[in-house]
């Protein structure tokens, strides 16, 4: 199995909610990341999971709180979004080691903050 | 402030011919590249990689060439398929390896 996968496939939230973007991968990887992706720009690093330890939190507002409960499962916690904060969001996974690993991408949320 | 930067937005080519995409870094750090591809409604997958201590990598039909010199980098595709038509990115990291630094994308159309 080397797919990841992601729910919703589309969210529609108002600024005043509150909700969350799942992730989940059975490959055995340890670590896994959030990317947001805004239309005509390259994805951008948010989070980074390390054995289920936050290890890379790129300046990411504190309206977005990541979590890992397990090693298969990474959620990402939204709460009083702006609409600029309507994009694709991206999860990733990828072996840990001292070398580099290739990432695998889930399809991704498409996230519209009205 | 872009990294990595594709600027050719799109490419059309003939089914059968050479694809080629094109990248430019400007961080000097970078001593790892990838191209990952992405179809609609897709995530990316990894296509091909190459270390900042080799000029050429090759797997089957991909070919990634690294000019450290220039900071550029290349993907060549030969013979191109049509279903090679998707949106390629180049991406490049540095040291930890777990942060990844990507392009905007280039589309590629093959003509049948």
């Known amino acids: 199995d080397t797919e990841v996968t992601q729910t919703p496939k589309h969210l529609v939230m108002g600024m005043t909610n509150k909700k969350s973007l799942k992730c989940e991968q059975h490959?055995?990887?340890?670590?896994m990341y959030w990317y947001k992706q805004k239309a005509k720009k390259p994805p951008e690093l948010m989070f980074v999971?390390?054995?289920?330890?936050?290890?890379i939190n790129e300046s990411v507002p504190s309206r977005f709180s990541p979590e890992c409960p397990n090693s298969s499962l990474l959620n990402l916690h939204l709460h009083a979004l702006q609409p600029e904060d309507s994009a694709l969001y991206l999860c990733?996974?990828?072996?840990?080691?001292?070398?580099?690993?290739?990432?695998?991408f889930g399809p991704g949320t498409r996230l519209t903050v009205l | 402030d872009q990294q990595v930067k594709q600027n050719s937005p799109s490419l059309s080519v003939q089914e059968g011919r050479i694809s080629i995409l094109n990248c430019d870094y400007t961080?000097?750090?970078?001593?790892?590249f990838l191209w990952y591809k992405k179809y609609p409604a897709e995530g990316p997958t990894f296509l091909i990689s190459i270390s900042s201590i080799k000029d050429k990598n090759e797997d089957g039909r991909f070919t990634v060439f690294l000019n450290k010199s220039a900071k550029h980098l290349s993907l060549h595709i030969v013979p191109s398929q049509p279903g090679d038509s998707a949106v390629y990115f180049c991406?490049?990291?540095?040291?930890?390896?777990?942060?990844?630094?990507f392009g905007i994308g280039t589309k590629l159309q093959v003509i049948p």
């Open positions: 999971y390390s054995y289920e330890k936050l290890s």
């Open positions: 990733a996974s990828s072996q840990e080691s001292t070398t580099y690993n290739e990432q695998f």
């Open positions: 991406a490049a990291s540095t040291g930890g390896y777990q942060k990844v630094t």
């Open positions: 961080n000097s750090m970078f001593d790892y």
């Open positions: 490959m055995g990887h340890r670590a």
